[in-house]
């Protein structure tokens, strides 16, 4: 097999629509090199979209058109720039006691259910809401809805990166469509607001309301369903045991849940899990030209999926059928391009690893004894993201 680019073809299965690439120095060019491999299909829907489904999205006008992640034109950077602003690395360190306040109560929500009814998920109680509020208070938005906006994040994230049946599609598309005039609304209020926001930013930068409302949706999702996933496959792991379980992502004894209630324990814990099953292992570039990488030649137009975090790419990256996948449980190579890396690397890297942390430490030193309920839970299983479903847990022993 080429050790740079992998296509897989399974009998019985469909052959794997991208060019995969794992080597992390290999993987590391492609992001270096934005005018041969182009971030354009960053946001195309993996399942090609039906007609019912595209007619709900139309029905509100809605687009997507190239503004942040998937923009490979000269407008990406100045846009950037823009947004960066509202994630410095100063706004993010003066968030910290915030974000703590959050964690805080988080817990003690949890806390309460678990004295109140004998169990409670974690996902909901501790992971969901801390890193949605974070994210729109550090963009001058307002905290509201944010049952809707935790609903619309996970499903837009399996209409775009998922592999949905028709009848799932229609579902969510009419919940796509339903975040989508919730966000041009947002973006029309926010413009006629008092103080500084994101979207007032955007349009003194020239963005006309259909980019911003781009913007909006892949940032209200990427900037904080991700990091709820992160902290939620963290509690999952943590919980699960802590002995090493061969060809699993399961964490040693010295990150147990006892220690992750230490700043040192929690961060230790969220760098393994980034690097060996982060919530976005993979993403993808297309070829802009006809172009190599190493030997290999790479057609224009071959789509690209490149492995971030674990070695988890397999056949199955074109299946339907996606069983759950195995971690080697050891850190990859690859773990320094966990946020990408090039002029498109994530901008929330630094708050999503600080939020991460935090939540998850202020949940170990708040919940001690606790065990998992469910061993087994349902899982998110996209192209681009991973996480369970739930983390529930009892008191004591099960
Ligand atoms: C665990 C949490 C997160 C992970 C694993 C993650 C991962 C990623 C990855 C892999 C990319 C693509 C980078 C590339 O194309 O080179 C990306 C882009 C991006 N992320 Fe994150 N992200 C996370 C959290 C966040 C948060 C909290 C924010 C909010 C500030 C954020 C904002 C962005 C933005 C704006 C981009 C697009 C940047 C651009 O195209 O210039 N992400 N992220």
């Given at each position: 097999m080429n050790p740079t680019l992998l296509t897989t073809e399974v009998p019985g299965q469909a052959r794997c629509p991208y060019l995969v690439v794992r080597d992390p120095e290999a993987v590391r060019e492609v992001l270096h090199?934005?005018?041969?491999?182009?971030?354009?299909?960053?946001?195309?829907?993996?399942?090609?979209?039906?007609?019912?489904?595209?007619?709900?999205?139309?029905?509100?006008?809605?687009?997507?058109?190239?503004?942040?992640?998937?923009?490979?034109?000269?407008?990406?950077?100045?846009?950037?720039?823009?947004?960066?602003?509202?994630?410095s690395p100063a706004k993010v360190s003066a968030m910290e006691p915030r974000i703590r306040e959050l964690a805080q109560e988080?817990?003690?929500?949890?806390?309460?259910?678990l004295a109140r009814s004998g169990e409670t998920d974690l996902v909901q109680t501790v992971a969901a809401f801390p890193p949605a509020v974070v994210m729109l208070e550090l963009l001058g938005l307002p905290v509201k809805d944010l049952e809707d906006i935790k609903r619309w994040g996970v499903d837009s994230m399996e209409l775009f990166w998922g592999w949905p049946s028709p009848e799932q599609q229609l579902q969510l598309a009419k919940s796509a469509a339903e975040f989508y005039v919730w966000l041009r609304q947002l973006v029309t209020d926010s413009l006629n607001a008092p103080g500084r926001n994101l979207f007032k930013s955007l349009a003194t930068h020239g963005l006309s309301v259909p980019e911003m409302c781009s913007l909006g949706y892949f940032l209200l999702?990427?900037?904080?369903?991700?990091?709820?996933?992160?902290?939620?496959?963290?509690?999952?792991?943590?919980?699960?045991?802590?002995?090493?379980?061969?060809?699993?992502?399961?964490?040693?004894?010295?990150?147990?849940?006892?220690?992750?209630a230490s700043p040192d324990g929690s961060r230790s814990v969220i760098s393994h899990v980034l690097a060996t099953e982060s919530s976005v292992p993979t993403w993808r570039r297309v070829a802009a030209l006809d172009t190599k990488l190493g030997d290999d030649l790479v057609p224009a137009g071959a789509e690209i999926l490149l492995e971030l975090s674990g070695n988890l790419i397999t056949a199955d990256a074109a299946s339907p059928v996606r069983p759950p996948r195995k971690t080697t449980g050891q850190p990859s190579k690859a773990s320094a391009l966990v946020f990408g890396s090039g002029v498109h690397r994530c901008l929330g890297a630094k708050l999503a690893e600080l939020e991460a942390a935090i939540i998850v430490q202020e949940a170990a030193e708040a919940l001690p004894g606790i065990t998992l309920r469910d061993t087994d839970p349902d899982w998110i299983r996209f192209l681009s993201f991973q996480a369970p479903r739930t983390v529930t847990v009892a008191r004591g022993q099960p």
């Open positions: 090199r934005p005018e041969d491999f182009s971030p354009a299909n960053a946001l195309l829907a993996v399942t090609p979209l039906t007609g019912p489904a595209l007619r709900v999205l139309q029905r509100v006008r809605f687009a997507l058109p190239p503004v942040l992640a998937s923009n490979d034109t000269d407008t990406h950077a100045g846009i950037r720039k823009i947004v960066a602003g509202f994630f988080a817990a003690a929500k949890a806390a309460e259910e999702i990427a900037g904080q369903e991700t990091t709820t996933q992160l902290v939620s496959t963290a509690l999952f792991r943590l919980l699960e045991g802590s002995d090493v379980v061969e060809g699993t992502g399961r964490l040693d004894g010295s990150r147990s849940w006892k220690d992750a």
